[in-house]
């Protein structure tokens, strides 16, 4: 897929609040083969080809004519929102390996007969030619029972990715559920307390 995008001639707080207001996104592109070029790019256009090649996809950024390849290497969005605010894209050029975030996540979940997962790492680091890089791990727990865990050298990669995060970080671990039976016992020392005076007991005993 292809996008159009502008070089931005203005920048600066004023130069991106208008140029939101028009429903344009204001980006930066930079790589191997390119040095750091602020532009904007359509929001919806963007959105709607984010959508189609997914979050780390590859798609084409025409700038004036000229041609990159990029994917998405950083995303930054409104404090109380999901909209975005600003991207960074990474050019690339064909067979060039770069370091790029892969995230990770959990499926299955639902067919685990006992236990919980305990999701540690969001995401890892691998170097990868972008068009071969997968848009995400997925970690099929469903056979998983208390006490196993999933490290990073764990997962599968694509042919020829190198890992670059730790190898035995903790991705996930099936532990048990907490028992709470014990908070519905008494604390020690309540069985010991003394029953409630029952004021005017006596004199109606004395009577």
């Known amino acids: 897929m292809k996008i159009l995008a502008e070089k931005r001639t203005t920048t600066g707080t004023s130069a991106s609040k208008k140029a939101r207001a028009a429903g344009k996104l204001p980006a930066v592109i930079y790589g191997s083969s390119v040095e750091s ?24 950024l025409d700038i004036d004519g000229e041609v990159y390849k990029v994917f998405v290497k950083d995303t930054a ?78 997962i599968e990669l694509p042919e020829g990715a190198e890992l670059l995060s730790e190898e035995d970080l903790t991705v996930l671990s099936v532990l048990a559920p907490e028992d709470i039976s014990e908070d519905l016992e008494p604390t020690e020392g309540a069985a010991d307390m003394p029953e409630p005076e029952v004021i005017g007991a006596d004199e109606e005993d004395e009577e």
């Open 77 to 154: 969005s409104y404090a109380l929102t999901p909209k975005l605010y600003h991207i960074d894209l990474q050019a690339f050029t064909a067979g060039e390996k770069v370091t790029m975030t892969i995230p990770v996540y959990v499926v299955g979940e639902e067919n685990i007969k006992e236990g919980n997962v305990s999701q540690s790492i969001s995401e890892i680091d691998i170097e990868i030619a972008p068009e071969e890089a997968p848009t995400s791990f997925d970690i099929d727990v469903s056979s998983l029972e208390i006490g196993d865990s999933v490290v990073v050298s764990d």
């Open 37 to 60: 070029l602020p532009v904007l790019v359509d929001l919806k256009e963007f959105e709607d080809t984010i959508r189609a090649v997914g979050a780390n996809g590859v798609f084409s």
